[in-house]
Nanobody, 126 residues
């Protein structure tokens, strides 16, 4: 699996952005796709994940109510719709994918993901 991110850019405080992750290879039902981010000088942190084919999602507290992760199985694509962005959302956003566990929804933990994209920059200015 090879995730490739797109859609990053610059936006003003309060604005919205949509990130896309296209995964080459085959995404099977119950695989995991997730978004992580890393701000300057900080460790990488989870944002959201989705259990492919099932549609169950999980969000970090910072993303709840503002971000939405969704999937398009037919295109092997996962989208992160981000709204009400603020300067603290400035970071490089990474898409990650991994074979999932049939009995367990996705994890918001880096160690659960084998395949990573190169990242896309999101900059929010005040």
């Amino acid at each position: 699996l090879h995730p490739v991110e797109s859609g990053g850019g610059s936006v003003q405080d309060g604005g919205s952005l949509r990130l896309s992750c296209t995964v080459s290879g085959t995404i099977y039902n119950r695989d995991y796709i997730a978004w992580f981010r890393q701000a300057p000088g900080k460790e990488r942190e989870a944002v959201a994940c989705i259990w492919a084919g099932v549609g169950v999602t999980s969000y970090a507290d910072s993303a709840k109510g503002r971000f939405t992760i969704s999937e398009d199985n037919g295109r092997n694509t996962a989208t992160l719709q981000m709204t009400r962005l603020n300067t603290e959302d400035t970071a490089v956003y990474y898409c990650a994918a991994s074979p999932g566990r049939p009995e367990r929804s996705c994890f918001l933990e880096e160690r659960e993901y084998r395949y990573w994209g190169q990242g896309t920059q999101v900059t929010v200015s005040s």
